[in-house]
């Protein structure tokens, strides 16, 4: 599903290019789920543009769902990133003009796919039923995660990006959001890559990696997760 390879970004640090990504290797099977973490600017959110065409590698293969990202024209990334990809975001970014069920069934809308039996089931499996003709502004939280999680799965996407989903919850709302969020994708056969500083949402996923001097590095499933800073080099 997710073939990196030779992956380099680089960025203007002071009078010189330093490369925040470097040569990193990534490779994810479908129906997957991998946590990343790593110390703050090590480059997580940059990983997670390029996977979703937001940014370009300087160079490197880059492939999602067989499609090579770094050859892609704009108008490419636009129609791969509408069909392919669900991003649930740390601040929900939710359409707020728009009820619970109209934000829920806007990307499958988009793609001209059927509305019906399967996003009701979202809905209830989120717990969101009774909350369908609210608009976002009187949901918690916890909530419009959950609102914002049906969102990104509402066109069955190849793959599911998550910034730091549960950033903005408490202990309760992140353990529950974290639950949905890779047991759905679980069920539904989807491929899932969350960025978090938490050990206990990276806990949830098949794969933990952390990314540490622009390459991703395997976290052993049997040892405590560690904390960024903890890692040698
Ligand atoms: N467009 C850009 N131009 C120059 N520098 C950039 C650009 N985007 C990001 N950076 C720098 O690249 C580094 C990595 O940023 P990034 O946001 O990917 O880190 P991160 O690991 O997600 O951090 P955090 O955990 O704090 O969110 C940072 O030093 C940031 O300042």
């Known amino acids: 599903m997710i073939d990196v390879s030779g992956l380099v970004k680089q960025i203007i640090d002071g009078h010189s290019n330093k490369n925040i990504l470097d040569n990193l290797e990534f490779h994810l099977e479908a129906n997957q789920s991998v946590a990343i973490s790593g110390d703050s600017g090590s480059g997580k959110s940059t990983l997670l543009n390029i996977l979703a065409a937001l940014d370009y590698s300087d160079k490197g293969q880059v492939k999602v769902a067989g499609l090579a990202l770094n050859i892609m024209s704009e108008s490419q990334a636009d129609q791969f990133r509408?069909?392919?990809?669900?991003?649930?975001?740390?601040?929900?970014?939710?359409i707020d003009c728009l009820s619970v069920w109209d934000n829920i069934t806007f990307p499958a809308r988009l793609n001209g796919l059927p509305i019906g039996s399967y996003h009701k089931d979202l809905l209830e499996q989120l717990g969101l039923s009774s909350h369908k003709d609210k608009l976002p502004v009187n949901l918690s939280g916890g909530e419009q995660q959950r609102v914002a999680i049906a969102r990104a799965l509402s066109h069955q996407p190849s793959l599911?990006?998550?910034?730091?989903?549960?950033?903005?919850l408490d202990d309760k709302n992140s353990q529950a959001v974290s639950e949905l969020l890779f047991g759905l994708c679980k069920k539904l056969g989807l491929t899932l890559v969350v960025v978090t500083h938490s050990p206990k949402v990276a806990a949830f996923a098949d794969t933990r990696l952390l990314l540490r001097q622009g390459q991703l590095h395997p976290v052993a499933d049997q040892s405590p997760y560690p904390t960024p800073n903890s890692v040698s080099s």
């Open 82 to 94: 509408k069909k392919h990809l669900g991003i649930v975001f740390q601040q929900f970014n939710l």
């Open 160 to 168: 599911v990006l998550a910034d730091e989903p549960t950033g903005n």
